[in-house]
């Protein structure tokens, strides 16, 4: 059979399965759950249980549209969703859709292990005429050059004669309710032409802004490299602005409403840079660089002063305290937020703990409440302890507002501090008369 007969028969139905139900894959399944027959499938047993009753511990998904998918397949089995976390089930399905993590290990290097992993799983499952679609955050030439050799090992099938790919990186915003999924435009990107075109009329039937269609694999992982590495060097700049003018005694943020009357002035803020995008994916791509001999000096530079900040800020705590006379060692401080943003439960590379830990290596006494961030989660990756609530019961040396959660919008600072205790903001959204520093 010619790769145009297969091409042929690839277009007649799509059956789908999402690889990785969290933050990315969960939505997507929703979505396609809703046109297509699609499984959402994930290694976790428990996640898997959780969402066939209907709940969701990332707070992100659209419970009301999982239903309709999933009562739709009660209906008619030829559509809507369903879960699974056994791996004989993905042999139902043509088009595989990888939404697996990609973090960074503790050296900073790409770690590909689930991606790789889940590519060695799908290779087992692998038909002629299949697609496989990756979403994962990589560096430019991840897909082809490590993800394929292993599907053709897996499989013994052979790339662009007998199996396709594509790659349509993720855009999901934790917390974010209004670019959504099907409100954002996406990349999309195949492995042939023809390829690539299912690849976008495949996206482009569940998204209402439709989608921007990368001539290569390679350029739309290189773009999703550099949307977030523009991010982070932009907020490594003002970072090291608020260094710069801490020293100098004034505000940061007052500079920067100054500055923002230029019209073309980039109003970006000082604050901790973590999650698992913005301060993960520039390691990607400066893996890449540095494969090919190049040192990329300003994407690296950026990352060293975003990972400054959270010490910076423990130890501008720490002297505020000191000019207030306050004794450092069994003083108690309370922080406020432990998730890597608001208003959502996403606890991946916080940067708040650092600021904790930075403080107990001086014998402070830390109490963290976050009541997005579930406890167990926190205990289980980080080994501290988050409360929900603040105890009434106690008085603090020190308050840190870290993360600006709706909830801590009206939060009476005055009733849980000590006489002469120190209030930092490093979000700036505390009234800025009631507090002794901010970021």
Known sequence: MNTDMKLNDMNTERKIAIIGLGYVGLPLAIEYGKKYRVLGF????????????GEDRTMEADLIGMKKAVDLNRVNNMMGLTFSSSVEDLRQFNTYIVTVPTPIDQYNNPDLTPLLKATSMLGKVLKKGDIVIYESTVY?????????????????????????CGYSPERINPGDKVNTLTKIKKITSGSTPEVADIVDALYNSILENGT??????????????????????????????????????????????????????????????????????????????NALGYNPEVILSG???????????????????????????????????????????????????????????????????????????????YGVDVVHSVDESLRYDAVIACVSHKQFATVDFGRYKKEGAVIYDVKNFVDRTVVDGRL
């Not at 109003?267 to 301060?279: F, M, T």
């Not at 006379?325 to 432990?338: A, F, M, N």
């Open 140 to 164: 430019p030439g991840c897909t082809e050059e490590d993800c394929v050799p292993v599907l053709e090992n897996e499989s013994g099938l052979r790339f662009n004669i007998d199996f396709f």
């Open 42 to 53: 994930d290694i976790n047993a428990e996640r898997i249980e959780e969402l066939s009753r």
């Open 303 to 381: 990352r060293r002063v975003n990972n400054s900040i959270p010490h910076f800020i423990a130890h501008k705590v720490l002297k505020l305290m000191i000019a207030h006379d306050k004794k450092i060692k069994d003083s108690r401080v309370l922080i406020l937020g432990v998730t890597f943003k608001e208003n959502c439960p996403d606890i991946r590379n916080t940067k708040v703990i650092e600021i904790g830990g930075e403080l107990e290596d001086f014998g402070v006494h830390v109490d963290y409440v976050d009541p997005w961030a579930d406890p167990e989660e926190v205990k289980n990756e």
């Open 212 to 289: 921007h269609r990368a001539p290569s694999i390679k350029v739309a992982e290189a773009a999703k490299a550099i949307e977030n590495a523009q991010r982070d060097v932009n907020i490594s700049f003002v970072n090291e602005l608020a260094l710069i003018f801490d020293r100098i005694g004034i505000d940061t943020n007052d500079v920067i409403e100054a500055a923002g009357t230029k019209w073309n002035f980039l109003k970006y803020r000082p604050g901790l840079v973590g999650g698992h995008c913005i301060s993960v994916d520039p390691y990607y791509l400066a893996h890449k660089a």
